[in-house]
């Protein structure tokens, strides 16, 4: 079974940088795409990065787009988003998310995501 894994969430002060990393696993297909998403309490899940497998084309929420990016190393089978300058409003739970739908979008504001982990805590102190 598709397994997707979080890691290198932590606290980080206003201005710093944290690299998460996603390890996917339990499947013999490439991904069609890879993204990046993350909730905090009370609101809704965000898409703040999205890239398609196949040519390491990405995508950004505006939010984000300049301090972030998201990368992958299909050998690996991972995908890391490198976040800087980081702000307090970033606090949020952060998910991998993964799909093999050709031909659907790998935007952040794709709906057509159905693999996720389980999240990774990412603390923005001011």
């Known amino acids: 079974q598709v397994q997707l894994a979080e890691s290198g969430g932590g606290s980080v002060q206003a201005g710093g940088s944290l690299r998460l990393s996603c390890v996917a696993s339990g499947y013999s297909y490439s991904t069609y795409c890879m993204g990046w998403f993350r909730q905090a309490p009370g609101k809704e899940r965000e898409g703040v990065a999205g890239i398609y497998t196949p040519a390491g084309r990405t995508e950004y929420a505006d939010s984000v787009k300049g301090r972030f990016t998201i990368s992958q190393d299909n050998a690996k089978r991972t995908l890391y988003l490198q976040m800087n300058s980081l702000k307090p409003e970033d606090t949020a739970m952060y998910y991998c998310?993964?799909?093999?739908?050709?031909?659907?979008?790998?935007?952040?504001?794709?709906?057509?995501?159905?693999?996720w982990g389980q999240g990774t805590q990412v603390t923005v102190s001011s």
């Open positions: 998310a993964a799909h093999w739908l050709a031909g659907r979008s790998c935007a952040p504001e794709s709906r057509d995501y159905n693999y």
